[in-house]
Structure formats: C-alpha cells, structure tokens
C-alpha cells in the first residue's frame, strides 16, 4: 500500500493549490484519511481529516480556507488550498489509516512522502 500526493507548488498569496493523495493497493477498511504539513524548523501540524462518513476536523488556520474531501472509492483524499498566506508555506503530506485485512487487529497509519507548497511573501 502506496500513498501519492500531488499538487503542491508554487502559489501567490490569495492564490488556490488543490492537493491529490492516492492510495495504489487495496485494503480492508480506511478509518480516516488527513493532511499534515511542515514548515522549515516546526514540528509537523494537523490540516484536516475526514471519515469515510464524512466528519472533518480543521486546524484553526485552516478553517474557511482549507477544505478537504475523500472520492466515494476511499483511495483517494483531496485538500483544497485558497486563499494563501506565506506562513502556508510547508511541505503537504497525507496520512491514511488503514487495516490491511479482515484479520488485522486494528489500524496502522500510512504515509505519503509529502508535496511542497510555496507562498512567496
């Protein structure tokens, strides 16, 4: 099992990126599937998540801004981005939390390798 993000990039401030994170390989059951990011020299911070029924959660900055959404397959999340503001500028990375098989015990976390996002001031 495989996550792939794409989207990210460079962006103007007030601008819009809108963020891919898809799953190659089946699974048994996803728990919930979310988006995290990190600046340069910070520790790494929520986004978003969402369940498979549709609850979501948004970081306070992300809120009005951000939005995130999962296709009806469950193997795939996207994180909508407008309007932008330099201190948006970090690297993306999605998570999913998965259970491989029906024999699996509970959920383990998986993890995309990131895509950069760029809000030049």
């Known amino acids: 099992v495989r996550l792939v993000e794409s989207g990210g990039g460079f962006a103007p401030a007030g601008g819009s990126l809108r963020l891919s994170c898809v799953r190659s390989g089946s699974v048994f059951s996803v728990k919930r599937m979310g988006w995290y990011r990190q600046g340069v020299g910070k520790e790494r911070e929520m986004v978003a998540t969402i369940t498979p029924r549709g609850d979501t959660q948004y970081a306070e900055f992300a809120k009005g801004r951000f939005t995130i959404s999962m296709d009806n397959d469950k193997t795939a999340s996207y994180l909508q981005l407008n309007q932008l503001k330099p201190e948006d500028t970090a690297t993306y990375s999605c998570?999913?939390?998965?259970?491989?098989?029906?024999?699996?015990?509970?959920?383990?976390?998986?993890w995309g390798q990131g895509t950069p996002v760029y809000v030049p001031s």
């Open positions: 998570k999913q939390e998965i259970q491989y098989d029906k024999f699996s015990t509970g959920y383990v976390d998986v």
